[in-house]
């Protein structure tokens, strides 16, 4: 009982009220002060499948709502003052959300009650479920995506933490995956994939956790599985149900699957680490021989033994923002006006300052964060030029660096898809550059990635060109469109006859191949009219603006001066966006 009030006789007006109720079609009761029902409208009725004259409200309303429905009654009846609540009212098939507004009526000498009307939420209630399940789960597999996985992690080890269990992280990449896309097509890919997934699930128990990360890379949240035994059997039971046949269409394709494996708390005590590092363990297994399984040791990575406590703050820097971007020109070699940015990335240390990237570059790249800061950078990068647009008020592109291992990544070309999907941002306004190296370790590979990056109508850059196999042939295989000098043939202009020639050679060289040439390291106004002379595009170098701060580089824009304030940093958000790419 909410009230000991009685219930006092209806007046004749009430009939009147509830034949107007029934004319308009609403869902409405009116109750008395304990929420028994003295009327319902048809459609009231309707949706009940009962007759509700004389019975409380609650008789018609969810268990799980219920508190919240006695807590709106007691509220109304002691203060008087109209209130809302959203539960779900059980019908004859089903449960139909509702948004109830209460008031009291009856008041000046009529009999007091309560009148409730409902407004359907039934489809409003889907359409928000439906959008939190798209940004939690992958939409191909339906598993749980890279944010509802790093969720899930975080709970495991909260449980780990009360229990005193350990559990594992295992990364399960597909072989061979990428010659299904490109010798049947992405929707047989595509099926190989479901059934992929399927499998793994079906493999795994209730309690596990299995994520699609991108591309053909699963991850496994395994609790309880720590010991070598155990993992030996999960992993066992992971690899040999992809090494079954798909029979897909009138394919039967023949593929399997390497393994890498984190333990908590053994390797990492946090789930952006223990992602990592099954990920370098993964990696590892691939490049060992696939179809096997590899737990992560300290080995894998194998930095200098100064550097193993700066790996282990990397993982922290990630997580508390500390990584940030830069900007530097590009600039036209005549006019001196802006034309796009090269972003680099920078590591603001609590204590020890500015990381140079020479130091956390190749231990990102070993331990396989490179692929998170590598995606996060893309997309921030491509967001940022749309604000630099806004204040230049003219088009301008943005160069991003890409690292061997991201563009050996089968997942890239799903991150720049993302990437540009995000930020709205055309191909042609965004320049990727690769070394000569990383295009030379697979020219095959590197030909079929280039090819379907020019597709998206990216434009590729060879960066330090000349100090790497420098292979000339290569420039008319590869959809190449820009040419960056090292500034290794910069530096000693216009004094040196030899790097004066190199230049003069590749400048000839990119005339007639049709290429954008872009000098680095321009420091002198003697090396810049050097360059102008012999018909350089474009210059990057500390002559015309050093790496600066996103707002800094919006006040060259804007006042075209490359004077440097404070910087205020692009930071890599410790938080994702549901939309965010998965690295």
């Known amino acids: 009982m909410l009230s000991s009030a009685p219930s006092l006789p209806l007046r004749a007006s009430h009939n009147e009220m509830d034949s107007l109720i029934e004319e308009a079609g609403d869902v409405v009761f009116r109750l008395n002060l304990q929420g028994v029902v003295l009327f319902a409208s048809k459609r009231a009725q309707t949706l009940a499948g009962l007759e509700l004259d004389g019975k409380p409200l609650a008789n018609v309303t969810s268990e799980t709502d219920l508190p919240a429905l006695k807590a709106a009654l007691t509220e109304l009846v002691q203060s008087a003052t109209a209130g809302c609540v959203e539960l779900r009212l059980k019908g004859e098939q089903n449960e139909v959300w509702f948004e109830l507004r209460l008031s009291v009526y009856g008041q000046g000498g009529a009999a007091p009650g309560i009148l409730v009307v409902g407004r359907d939420l039934t489809a409003q209630q889907a359409t928000e479920e439906r959008l939190r399940h798209m940004a939690t789960h992958d939409a191909l597999t339906e598993l749980p995506n890279r944010l509802l996985l790093s969720d899930r992690i975080r709970m495991t080890i909260a449980q780990a933490r009360r229990s005193g269990q350990g559990f594992s992280v295992a990364t399960v990449g597909i072989d061979g995956f990428k010659k299904v896309n490109d010798g049947l097509g992405h929707p047989v890919g595509d099926a190989v994939l479901r059934m992929a997934a399927a499998r793994l699930r079906k493999t795994l128990r209730d309690s596990d956790t299995l994520a699609r990360v991108g591309g053909d890379e699963f991850v496994a949240v395994l609790p309880g599985t720590a010991t070598e035994a155990q993992i030996k059997l999960v992993t066992g039971r992971l690899l040999a149900t992809l090494q079954a046949p798909f029979e897909i269409d009138s394919h039967t394709i023949y593929l399997g699957a390497s393994v890498g494996v984190s333990v908590y708390p053994q390797h990492a005590e946090d789930e952006v680490r223990l992602v990592a590092l099954a990920d370098a363990a993964m990696s590892r297994a691939k490049e060992t021989g696939k179809a096997r399984c590899v737990v992560y040791s300290a080995r894998l990575s194998g930095p200098p033994e100064h550097d193993i406590s700066l790996e282990a703050a990397m993982f922290q820097a990630v997580r508390e923002g500390e990584f940030m971007l830069y900007y530097q020109p590009i600039v036209d070699a005549r006019t001196r006006e802006i034309e796009g940015f090269e972003t680099l990335m920078r590591w603001k240390h609590p204590t020890l300052g500015m990381v140079p990237p020479v130091r956390f570059i190749p231990i990102a790249e070993t331990n396989g964060l490179i692929n998170l800061l590598g995606a996060w950078a893309l997309k921030a990068a491509c967001v940022q030029l749309k604000q630099f647009e806004e204040?230049?008020?003219?088009?301008?592109?943005?160069?991003?660096?890409?690292?061997?291992?991201?563009?050996?990544?089968?997942?890239?070309?799903?991150?720049?898809?993302?990437?540009?999907?995000?930020?709205?941002?055309?191909?042609?306004?965004?320049?990727?550059?690769?070394?000569?190296?990383?295009?030379?370790?697979?020219?095959?590979?590197?030909?079929?990635?280039?090819?379907?990056?020019?597709?998206?109508?990216?434009?590729?850059?060879?960066?330090?060109?000349?100090?790497?196999?420098?292979?000339?042939?290569?420039?008319?295989?590869?959809?190449?469109?820009?040419?960056?000098?090292?500034?290794?043939?910069?530096?000693?202009?216009?004094?040196?006859?030899?790097?004066?020639?190199?230049?003069?050679?590749?400048?000839?060289?990119?005339?007639?191949?049709?290429?954008?040439?872009?000098?680095?390291?321009?420091?002198?106004?003697?090396?810049?009219?050097?360059?102008?002379?012999?018909?350089?595009?474009?210059?990057?170098?500390?002559?015309?603006?050093?790496?600066?701060?996103?707002?800094?580089?919006?006040?060259?824009?804007?006042?075209?001066?490359?004077?440097?304030?404070?910087?205020?940093?692009?930071?890599?958000?410790?938080?994702?966006?549901p939309r965010q790419v998965q690295a």
């Open 391 to 577: 204040v230049a008020k003219r088009p301008l592109y943005i160069s991003v660096n890409i690292s061997p291992r991201q563009f050996r990544n089968d997942k890239f070309l799903d991150v720049l898809d993302d990437a540009m999907a995000f930020s709205g941002l055309p191909g042609e306004q965004l320049v990727l550059e690769i070394t000569e190296g990383t295009l030379m370790i697979d020219p095959a590979h590197a030909e079929t990635i280039l090819t379907r990056m020019a597709e998206r109508k990216a434009r590729i850059a060879i960066d330090d060109f000349g100090t790497g196999y420098s292979s000339l042939a290569y420039l008319k295989r590869f959809p190449i469109s820009v040419l960056k000098i090292d500034r290794a043939f910069i530096r000693d202009l216009p004094g040196s006859q030899k790097d004066g020639a190199i230049c003069n050679a590749v400048l000839d060289l990119a005339k007639h191949l049709d290429l954008s040439v872009v000098a680095e390291g321009v420091e002198t106004e003697e090396q810049l009219a050097h360059l102008q002379e012999r018909g350089c595009q474009y210059i990057q170098g500390y002559l015309t603006g050093k790496p600066m701060a996103a707002h800094v580089a919006m006040a060259a824009l804007r006042e075209r001066t490359y004077a440097n304030l404070v910087p205020q940093e692009t930071r890599l958000d410790s938080r994702p966006d």
